[in-house]
C-alpha cells in the first residue's frame, strides 16, 4: 500500500492565482481530511469527509473548498490564493470515526507570493 | 468546540534523562487522546495513544497519563536518546457522537536532547 500519496510537494503561487492540491489513499479509509501546519500554531483542521459525498468545515475553512466523490480522492482546492495560505499542508486519513490512527500523507508546502 | 493546551513549547533535556510533556482538553465528551511525533521536514506519525477507559499506556521508553476528571493527559519518555530529538504533539478527539469527526493538536513541543 502506498498510504496516503499527496501532490504536488512543493508550489509557489501568485495572490489571486487557484489551485488543488491532490490527496489519494489506498488503504479504504471512510474518515479523510486536511490540516495546515503553521509554525508555532500546531497542526488546524480545514475540511474533513466521512464518506464520499460528504464534507464538512473544521477550524479553518475560509479560501478552502473540498470534494469527495469517491472513498480514494480529497482535493483542496485554493480559488484565489492568498499570501495567508503560505503553510504546509497535510492530508490525513483513518479507518473510523472518532478513534483510530490518522495517517498523514507527507505534506505539500504552498507559497503565496 | 475543543481546545488543546500543550506545554512546554520547547523542552531540553539531557540524553539520558527523562522528558515530560503536559496537555489539557476541555470538552468531557472526548475519549481518544494520541501522541504523534513529527521529525524535521518529515509527516507527523502515531507513537502511542490512550483511550479514556485507561489511566496509562506504556510502549518500551514511552508511557502516557491520562487524568479525565482533571482533563490531562501527559507524555512521559524516559532514558531520552538523540532520535528523541522531533516536535510533538498530543491531540483529542472531538465531536463525540456528533457529526464532527476528528482531531484537535495542541501547538506542539519541540524537544532537544542536550549530548
Known amino acids: 500500500n502506498a498510504g496516503v500519496t499527496q501532490t504536488p510537494k512543493f508550489q509557489v503561487l501568485k495572490t489571486g492565482q487557484s489551485m488543488t492540491l491532490q490527496c489519494a489513499q489506498d488503504m479504504n479509509h471512510e474518515y479523510m481530511s486536511w490540516y495546515r501546519q503553521d509554525p508555532g500554531m500546531g497542526l488546524r483542521l480545514i475540511h474533513y469527509s466521512v464518506g464520499a459525498g460528504i464534507t464538512d468545515q473544521g477550524e479553518v475553512p475560509n479560501g478552502y473548498n473540498v470534494s469527495r466523490s469517491t472513498t480514494e480522492d480529497f482535493p483542496l482546492r485554493l480559488l484565489s490564493a492568498a499570501p495567508s495560505q503560505t503553510s504546509v499542508y497535510f492530508c490525513?486519513?483513518?479507518?473510523?470515526?472518532?478513534?483510530?490512527?490518522?495517517?498523514f500523507g507527507e505534506g505539500s508546502r504552498l507559497t503565496v507570493l | 468546540g475543543e481546545n488543546v493546551e500543550q506545554h512546554p513549547s520547547t523542552l531540553s533535556v539531557q540524553e539520558g534523562d527523562s522528558a515530560v510533556i503536559k496537555c489539557t482538553y476541555s470538552d468531557s465528551a472526548s475519549n481518544y487522546f494520541p501522541w504523534y511525533k513529527q521529525e524535521l521536514g518529515k509527516r507527523p506519525q502515531l507513537i502511542i495513544d490512550i483511550r479514556s477507559n485507561v489511566g496509562e499506556k506504556k510502549d518500551q521508553r514511552i508511557a502516557v497519563t491520562l487524568n479525565k476528571t482533571a482533563k490531562h493527559f501527559s507524555l512521559h519518555i524516559t532514558e531520552t536518546q538523540p532520535e528523541d530529538s522531533a516536535v510533538y504533539f498530543c491531540a483529542a478527539n472531538v465531536g463525540v457522537g456528533g457529526g464532527a469527526d476528528g482531531l484537535t493538536f495542541g501547538k506542539g513541543t519541540h524537544l532537544i536532547i542536550q549530548p
Open positions: 490525513a486519513s483513518k479507518m473510523r470515526r472518532n478513534t483510530g490512527e490518522l495517517f
